[in-house]
């Protein structure tokens, strides 16, 4: 009994030192002065051994026999007494962060003898525990047989440490830290030296090993002091007394190179982070316009931002077609080609001489702009020109079918991005809650940004609302689907309505057309645009009211708005093909006369003057009076770059109409006006999404179809997209009200990508068309003199290729190949489409059934809360019952040692020992590792029970030992059990 | 007011003489230039000791440079306040109100939070060292556990170590200029509770906290203050 007692003591001095740093900081000055004395590092390492060794004696409850070691004793109880004061005085005045770092010693030394241990680094603290005791139950059975021998060695050795370091007692306080820190792992090596008859040689490397993990510790406490939550006094003071630890132990190591490798990697980290800073700051500034679009995202919402995105996007696309067009078709022409006035391709004709340069006639595009490089006409049909033999025709072929075929390229492959994008979907759970916690940015420091950020977190957080309440609105669910039915077939009836009478109109215009328009007046001419501007007026605000029936989403409703209108336009671009190819015919008829006409003028021409003598030089006429066919491809492009110009007129005259001056007029008028203007009826305008998204859709197919007629055209509507950019964002902040719901726009803009899908494809139809079955005008364009367009592939591949090369290409696109290759194509595409298909489905699935699993957590953690309160309740009763029970989870081990700490606090040693030694058996020295020093440390317990007993990652029992302290924020929920005790 | 000036210069004048002895190798003009170029590497001595530079140096995630400059800030805030040497460790305290007109925190809706939450008194009146502290935690090399736990701090409005509804409802209200009526805060906090809270004791703790933040995207990105 009196040497359990003992045992007892000694125990607690280590808890002692284990929770008070300073102390422990101090007795290492001690130690260490000792240890730089010394040059001599093994000479050192034997006598710090030698010393513990003795320590080890004396815990162990040897016989003690030296004077010195019952000195040592004595201090070893004072401190003891002074160490508990100390440590219930922290406990009382409820310092946690002190009560961490006493918790991060004692950590860092289990961490230590875990390592020591070697292969222990299973998880649960509770196992590891069981398996020391054994392993300790077994040592100490081990140790009593070879007790005699190992004394002597002890003895030895320890007489020889003290003569060569001549210094005793100071070795003394130190070998009794040491011995605190390892009193176990020491006594195995004890154990295993007197079994291996090893010499001091492995010892003194373990122990120097041991020290450099302490350095190493302390070390790595310093890194990771500013990690930590506490204030900077405490900081400053913990790091001083690290430093000095470090400081003597790395003088008697040799190791002082660290910190300084630290510093400079610390340093490099940050250069790097700055230079990403930075790199990023450079890459959204040169995203263009990102500060406006994220502005009006602010004020107007995601719905309307997601407009000016699309717009942009639209930009980049025409700066690479207008680059095509420009680089490779204009550019060369301009350079390289035949001069203007060369050919009469190139020349204006002499009746239209004079009217050329008239300003009226250019903003026509005719006169002097259609005979220029703007337009197909111009371009000459040599097969090479200038001195780098550019090959023009084919070129011009080239850009035009590449035009076409990078734009289905970018969309195709954006909206996959996007589809992509929406299939992996944003990670919902916690919408509201970082919207909350993360939306301020800490790092505005302007006034007007930071009304920019409010504005934008007030609608982000309305959007999100509008959301919540759509999803919780539960309404009579058969009015909602007879009113929806009812609102489409009431839509359907004005498309066929409106697309009747688009039908009904054409073909009268055509009827007209064919008996001469002069005989009809100003209304039968214009008769197709007024019906379709009218149309185009009154369906959108139709539709609009129509799907106020509908009552779905803003969102949802803004697709169906959109697809209506779209039908509807569908029917505009309809008629526009149509007079287009009845134009083309005309021109077609027209041509074969004019040819036919050449001819006689140029027999004519030469019977003037020199008769049948073909060797006399051709005479010169000028070009301009050569007389020439319409060029229907000219008339097209002229049209097409028309028809824009005129669309971006009208855009900008309604904004600046419709918006800036309804919204000055309502602003100012209000003053005096008998109602509230600004409220009442005119009021402000909001932005038009569908009308603007669909006409800049719209705009984007007439560009697709003109292009290869009238090459300016890309150029033409960069500048469009432009200046409306800016107009837009000037009208939309400055006369627009945001929407009355402001709704989230959907992540991907994919609904607006299929419309723009659907009109390139739309739009290639009839250029193809056009390319492939009409013979190109024999006077002008860089197809003249062919009977096809196509035909210039053809050209180049029997004059510029090797033969086999057009051998090989002949057999290529021999049907026999091109079927198996199609029929292949879309196999691949099924199976692809199968394949995405069943993903998205197994995606569907793991979705839910992580949302299934979370709520299943969140339902068993308030079980356990539920649980662990009941336990609260019954604790006292419950606890000695459970103590004898064996624990299957670490986790009510974990919770219940918490329990039995406290326990053991208020009751003497008896209660302590009886538990232990119930669960594993008899053990001479099986007990005291375990209450016993856990006993003065651990927090109390009743926090414990209220909480769920293992949240993962919070110093319990799944918590790895190898992680910082910090991981789990120490300070953040003061009354849990910080970790288990420290059981060996 | 003006007799108080003046008394702090006085103050502040006597600091200098004492002060300037202890830097007798720099002539007095680098002193005075020292004074206005807030990055000069050479007074670095005169300000703080090497020991305390480079202890302030393994508590932040500062290099000295910016430990330098931090000081000057934190001393354009109150030039008669506070010395010019930190040898010897001298207690002075700025008010909020001097903290909170930062440029950098001026237009934040939580300086006042942020600013008890570093204090050491917990009423918004910081010394250096909390004063380092603040922007040591708001750099952008702290780790994310770390904001994390300061920016629970900094939402605990009520410091009870859980956020309640209070607390949000507060934040709401901060993050919106009380541009949402009562219905609407109330439900988007019921939403917040309703998603965050894992235990379902009607607030978030601590670890509730950390598990949402944790998954967060932008939380690195914003809970960062650039000095």
Redesign the interface.
């Known amino acids: 009994m009196e040497l359990l007692g003992c045992c007892f003591e000694v125990q607690s001095v280590t808890t002692s030192f284990k929770l008070s740093s300073a102390t422990h900081g101090n007795a290492l000055k001690d130690l260490m002065e000792d240890a730089h004395k010394d040059d001599n590092l093994d000479t050192r390492a034997t006598s710090r051994v030698g010393i513990e060794v003795d320590n080890e004696e004396g815990s162990a409850a040897e016989s003690e026999d030296d004077d010195k070691e019952s000195e040592k004793e004595k201090k070893v109880t004072a401190k003891t007494r002074r160490g508990n004061a100390r440590g219930r005085a922290r406990k009382d005045s409820e310092e946690e962060e002190e009560t961490r770092t006493a918790g991060q010693h004692r950590q860092r030394n289990r961490r230590a003898q875990r390592k020591q241990a070697g292969n222990e680094d299973s998880d649960s603290d509770g196992e590891s525990c069981k398996n020391k005791k054994n392993r300790e139950n077994q040592i100490s059975k081990q140790q009593e047989p070879n007790e005699d021998g190992e004394e002597d060695n002890k003895g030895g050795r320890k007489g020889r440490g003290k003569n060569e370091t001549k210094q005793g007692k100071k070795p003394d306080e130190k070998g009794k830290k040491e011995k605190d820190n390892k009193k176990k792992d020491k006594k195995k090596n004890g154990s295993s030296s007197s079994d291996s008859d090893s010499e001091e040689e492995p010892i003194t490397e373990e122990e120097l090993a041991k020290l450099k993990e302490e350095v190493e510790e302390k070390k790595k406490l ?1 890194a990771t ?5 506490w ?3 405490k ?2 003071d913990v ?2 007394e690290a ?1 000095l630890f470090v400081e003597k132990f790395e003088g008697a190591l040799g190791k002082g190179k660290g910190k300084k490798f630290y ?1 400079y990697k ?2 490099m ?2 250069k790097w ?1 700055k230079f990403q ?1 930075d790199f990023e700051n450079f890459k959204t500034a040169c995203i263009p316009w990102e500060m406006k679009i994220k502005e009006i995202e602010s004020h107007f919402g995601s719905s309307v931002a997601s407009y000016f995105i699309f717009l942009r996007w639209m930009y980049g696309i025409n700066m690479i077609l207008f680059g095509l067009t420009f680089g490779l078709v204009m550019v060369p022409e301009v350079l390289m080609g035949k001069p203007y006035g060369t050919l009469p391709r190139k020349t204006v004709p002499r009746g239209e001489e004079r009217t050329a340069m008239n300003f009226a006639t250019l903003w026509d595009f005719s006169g002097l702009a259609q005979y220029s490089v703007l337009f197909y006409g111009y371009y000459n049909n040599q097969r090479t020109i200038g001195w780098l033999k550019f090959r023009m025709p084919l070129s011009y072929f080239l850009v035009g079918v590449g035009t076409i075929a990078y734009s289905y390229m970018v969309v195709i492959r954006t909206m996959a991005r996007n589809a992509n994008e929406e299939g992996g979907g944003d ?1 919902t ?19 007007e ?2 009304d920019n950020k ?1 504005a934008s ?2 609608t982000s ?2 959007e ?2 509008v959301e ?1 309440q759509e999803n919780r609105k539960e309404e009579n669910i058969h009015l909602t689907r007879f009113l929806r039915v009812l609102a489409n077939f009431l839509a359907l009836c004005t498309l066929a309505g409106s697309g009747y009478l688009i039908y009904f109109v054409v073909r009268r215009s055509q009827k007209f057309a064919l008996e001469g328009l002069d005989n009809y007046g100003w209304w039968e001419r214009n008769e197709v645009n007024m019906v379709m501007s009218l149309l185009g007026m009154f369906c959108p605000t139709l539709f609009d009211v129509i799907s106020s029936l509908e009552n779905y989403h803003p969102r949802i409703a803004l697709r169906w708005q959109l697809g209506r209108i779209f039908a509807l336009f569908l029917g505009n671009l309809y008629t526009f093909i149509i007079a287009l190819m009845d134009e083309i015919n005309l021109k077609l008829e027209e041509e074969k006369i004019v040819k036919y006409n050449m001819t006689i003028w140029e027999a004519s021409l030469y019977n003037g003057t020199i008769s049948e003598n073909a060797t006399a030089p051709p005479i010169q006429v000028d070009p301009a009076d050569i007389p020439r066919g319409p060029c229907w491809e000219t008339m097209v492009g002229q049209e097409f770059v028309r028809l824009t110009i005129s669309d971006t007129m009208t855009t900008y005259i309604t904004i600046i109409i419709g918006d800036f001056l309804r919204a000055v007029f309502v602003r100012f008028f209000n003053y005096c006006w008998c109602w509230d203007l600004e409220y009442g009826f005119p009021s402000y305008s909001e932005f038009d999404i569908s009308g603007n998204v669909l006409g800049l859709i719209f705009n984007q197919g007439m560009i697709w179809m003109g292009s290869f007629y009238a090459p300016c055209l890309p150029a033409i509507n960069v500048f469009r997209l432009h200046t409306s950019m800016y107009l837009q964002c000037w009208a939309v902040m400055c006369c627009n009200v945001p929407h009355e719901r402001v709704f989230k726009a959907s992540r991907s803009n994919n609904f607006y990508m299929a419309m723009l899908l659907f009109i390139l494809f739309l739009s290639t139809l009839p250029a193809v068309y056009t390319i492939v079955s009409i013979p190109p005008s024999f006077d002008c364009g860089p197809f003249s003199g062919k009977t096809r367009m196509f035909e210039v592939i053809s050209e180049t591949l029997e004059n510029d290729f090797p033969s086999w090369f057009g051998k090989v290409f002949n057999y290529a696109s021999n049907p026999g190949l091109i079927l198996p290759f199609i029929l292949l194509m879309v196999l691949s595409i099924y199976y692809l489409n199968a394949t995405s298909k069943s993903y998205k489905e197994a995606n569907l699935d793991l979705k839910k059934k992580l949302q299934s699993q979370a709520e299943e ?2 339902k068993r ?2 079980q356990k ?1 539920q649980q662990s309160r009941e336990m609260e309740e019954n604790s006292l009763e419950a606890k000695p019952k459970q103590q004898g029970s064996k624990q299957d989870s670490a986790a009510d081990q974990g919770a219940q040692k918490g329990r039995g700490d406290k326990e053991s606090k208020k009751k003497t040693s008896h209660q302590q020992e009886a538990s232990p030694s119930q669960q594993h058996g008899p053990g001479p020295n099986a007990h005291y590792s375990l209450h016993g020093r856990g006993g003065s440390l651990a927090p109390p317990s009743h926090i414990a029970v209220t ?2 007993p293992v ?1 993962r990652g ?1 110093g319990m029992p799944g918590y790895s030992p190898r992680n910082p302290r ?2 789990g ?1 120490p ?4 009354r849990m059990p910080r970790g288990t005790p420290n059981y060996r | 007011m003006l007799k108080e000036e003046r008394e702090f210069l006085a103050v502040f004048n006597f600091s200098y003489l004492n002060i300037q002895p202890s830097c007798k190798d720099k002539g007095k003009e680098q002193w005075d230039k020292n004074q206005d170029s807030e990055t000069e590497m050479g007074n670095k001595q005169t300000i703080f000791t090497p020991e305390q530079l480079d ?1 302030y ?5 500062f ?1 000295r440079k910016e430990i330098l400059r931090l000081f000057y800030r934190y001393r354009d805030l109150a030039p008669q306040l506070v010395p010019l040497s930190y040898i010897n460790k001298p207690d002075v305290k700025l008010p909020y109100e001097l903290i909170g007109s930062m ?2 925190l ?5 300086r006042q939070r942020i600013a008890e939450v570093f204090s ?1 008194d917990g009423e918004g009146n910081m ?1 250096l ?2 004063f ?2 603040m922007f ?3 750099s ?4 994310r ?2 904001k994390a ?4 701090k900094i ?1 605990d409005f009520n410091n009870d ?1 859980y956020i309640c509804k209070s607390d ?1 409802e507060k ?2 209200n901060k ?3 009380n ?2 009526t009562p219905e ?1 805060v109330s ?2 906090c019921d ?2 509770i309703d ?2 809270d ?4 009607g607030k978030l ?3 509730d ?2 598990h ?2 944790v ?5 690195l ?6 000095i």
């Open positions: 310093i002091l500013r990690n930590k939550p204030q900077m006094k900081k400053l790091l001083k430093q510093a610390v340093m980290t940050k982070m800073r990670d759970s916690f919408n509201f809650s970082w919207k909350m916690f993360t939306s301020w940015d800490y790092l505005i420091g302007n006034p940004t930071a409010f977190i007030t957080f309305k999100a609302i919540e957590n969140k953690n308030k809360a909480r769920p949240p919070y910090f991981e924020f300070g953040g929920h003061p | 202890a140096q393994d508590c932040t995630f290099t440029a950098e001026k237009d934040n809706p939580f050491e010394t060292d909390d380092l502290d040591s935690v708001l952008e090399m702290a780790p556990d770390l736990y300061y920016a629970f939402y170590d949000l934040t709401v993050l919106t200029r541009e949402l609407e439900l988007v939403k917040v998603e965050a894992q235990d379902n004791d703790s601590v670890e906290f950390q949402m933040i998954r967060a995207p932008d939380f990105s914003t809970f960062h203050i650039r």
